[in-house]
């Protein structure tokens, strides 16, 4: 049964940066498209950054020219470089993944694949 793991997060100062990074427990022979969501305390989950199978980048506006995702060395893993970060940053940060494409890239929806979350604080 594939799951996938994030880590990396942690506590930073405003304008640190960090990386986080996805992986399958198994192997996936199906080639997905993957994505980064968050979800801060009393708001909902958003889409931070997708990467859909064939290598189309979505970034959404609050993350443009700060966050770079790509795929890792390893197969069907997923980075998520994070610069210039700051409090409105601070979240739950999650790795998804779905067979194919999706029509909305950073809907939750599109995606049925979840990991447990990895905790991302800013400070101030």
């Known amino acids: 049964q594939v799951q996938l793991v994030e880590s990396g997060g942690g506590s930073v100062q405003a304008g640190g940066s960090l990386r986080l990074a996805c992986a399958p427990s198994r192997n996936f022979i199906i080639t997905y498209s993957m994505a980064w969501f968050r979800q801060a305390p009393g708001k909902e989950r958003e889409g931070v950054a997708a990467i859909s199978s064939d290598g189309r980048i979505t970034y959404a506006d609050a993350v443009k020219g700060r966050f770079t995702i790509s795929k890792g060395s390893a197969k069907n893993t997923l980075d998520l470089q994070m610069n210039s970060l700051s409090p409105e940053d601070t979240a739950v940060y999650y790795c998804?993944?779905?067979?194919?494409?999706?029509?909305?890239?950073?809907?939750?929806?599109?995606?049925?694949?979840w990991g447990q979350g990895t905790q991302v604080t800013v400070s101030s």
């Open positions: 998804a993944a779905v067979v194919g494409d999706t029509g909305r890239p950073l809907a939750p929806y599109e995606y049925h694949l």
